[in-house]
């Protein structure tokens, strides 16, 4: 499960989350929408322990990822938009590596080769991070977040670059972590693809949630009953409508 309460992250004087408060339950998968310079990526990386909020609390299942990261990160797995790769260890030698990070040796070889078929890594396991595609990269990324069993999920703009092999692939993964119990949380600006994954979704607009619920919530919200994500998000994001109700975080 994982919580994030009254979040407030300000970087000098500008304040990229105001008072950003979430909650996912295991099985559950949330999207975090929101224009260019929302906040999105400021909250998934105070929530993934890279930046210290300035107020708030994040609980990753019942941890405190800045009093007790050890343990809050241990439950964690982490896709940051950029992937951040050790470029001179080899494709195996970084799921290696990871892996025993977390401490998590135990049918390592299985899992590897596991992933590295699922992500058409096969290939290239012997060879430089360096030398991998942009899109191979991304996919190493989400392979080595999904080494460890984490059961509260950080996706940022996961399916960019990928192929479209991959991105399949990758969805498909989320929808069984998601059947096995795992909170999840994804930033994206795909919003037919949030359409299709999410259970609900959460809009930032500078900084603040604008609203959240289930597209049906949101159709009801922005008075269009039959539109798609896209439309109710570009409506309310056109500042329309003002910023109440709807939350249930
Ligand atoms: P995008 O959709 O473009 O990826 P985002 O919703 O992820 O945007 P953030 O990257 O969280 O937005 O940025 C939120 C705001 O904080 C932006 O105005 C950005 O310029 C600012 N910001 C982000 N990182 C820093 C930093 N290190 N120092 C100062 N300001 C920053």
Same mark, same amino acid.
């Given at each position: /499960?994982?919580?994030?309460?009254?979040?407030?992250?300000?970087?000098?004087?500008?304040?990229?989350?105001?008072?950003?408060?979430?909650?996912?339950?295991?099985?559950?998968?949330?999207? =975090? =929408?929101?224009?260019?310079?929302?906040?999105?990526?400021?909250?998934?990386?105070?929530?993934?322990?890279?930046?210290?909020?300035?107020?708030?609390?994040?609980?990753?299942? +019942?941890?405190?990822?800045?009093?007790?990261?050890?343990?809050?990160?241990?439950?964690?797995?982490?896709?940051?938009?950029?992937?951040?790769?050790?470029?001179?260890?080899?494709?195996?030698?970084?799921?290696?590596?990871?892996?025993?990070?977390?401490?998590?040796?135990?049918?390592?070889?299985?899992?590897?080769?596991?992933?590295?078929?699922?992500?058409?890594?096969?290939?290239?396991?012997?060879?430089?991070?360096?030398?991998?595609?942009?899109? /191979?990269?991304?996919?190493?990324?989400?392979?080595?977040?999904?080494?460890?069993?984490?059961?509260?999920?950080?996706?940022?703009?996961?399916?960019?670059?990928?192929?479209?092999?991959? $991105?399949?692939?990758?969805?498909?993964?989320?929808?069984?972590?998601?059947?096995?119990? $795992?909170?999840?949380?994804?930033?994206?600006?795909?919003?037919?693809?949030?359409?299709? =994954?999410?259970?609900?979704?959460?809009?930032?607009?500078? +900084?603040?949630?604008?609203?959240?619920?289930?597209?049906?919530?949101?159709?009801?919200?922005? +008075?269009?009953?039959?539109?798609?994500?896209?439309?109710?998000?570009?409506?309310?994001?056109? +500042?329309?409508?003002?910023?109440?109700?709807?939350?249930?975080?």
């Amino acid at each position: /499960m994982l919580e994030i309460r009254n979040l407030v992250k300000q970087y000098k004087n500008y304040l990229a989350v105001n008072d950003l408060s979430i909650t996912i339950q295991g099985g559950e998968i949330v999207g =975090l =929408l929101g224009p260019n310079g929302a906040g999105k990526t400021t909250a998934l990386r105070c929530t993934a322990g890279i930046l210290r909020p300035n107020s708030g609390e994040i609980l990753i299942n +019942g941890w405190d990822i800045v009093t007790n990261q050890g343990k809050a990160k241990a439950g964690l797995a982490f896709v940051p938009e950029v992937p951040s790769l050790y470029e001179l260890l080899t494709v195996e030698e970084h799921l290696k590596f990871v892996a025993m990070c977390f401490n998590t040796l135990d049918q390592f070889e299985v899992k590897r080769d596991e992933l590295l078929e699922r992500y058409d890594l096969t290939e290239k396991r012997r060879d430089l991070v360096a030398t991998l595609s942009k899109g /191979m990269k991304q996919k190493l990324s989400v392979a080595c977040a999904l080494i460890h069993s984490a059961n509260v999920m950080l996706f940022d703009e996961p399916l960019i670059g990928v192929d479209p092999a991959g $991105a399949h692939e990758l969805k498909q993964e989320i929808q069984r972590a998601k059947a096995n119990g $795992a909170a999840i949380l994804i930033s994206t600006h795909l919003l037919d693809t949030a359409e299709k =994954l999410c259970d609900r979704v959460i809009i930032l607009n500078k +900084g603040s949630k604008m609203v959240e619920g289930t597209l049906a919530d949101l159709r009801k919200f922005s +008075g269009m009953e039959t539109s798609s994500l896209e439309e109710v998000f570009l409506r309310l994001t056109e +500042g329309e409508i003002a910023a109440t109700g709807l939350s249930n975080g």
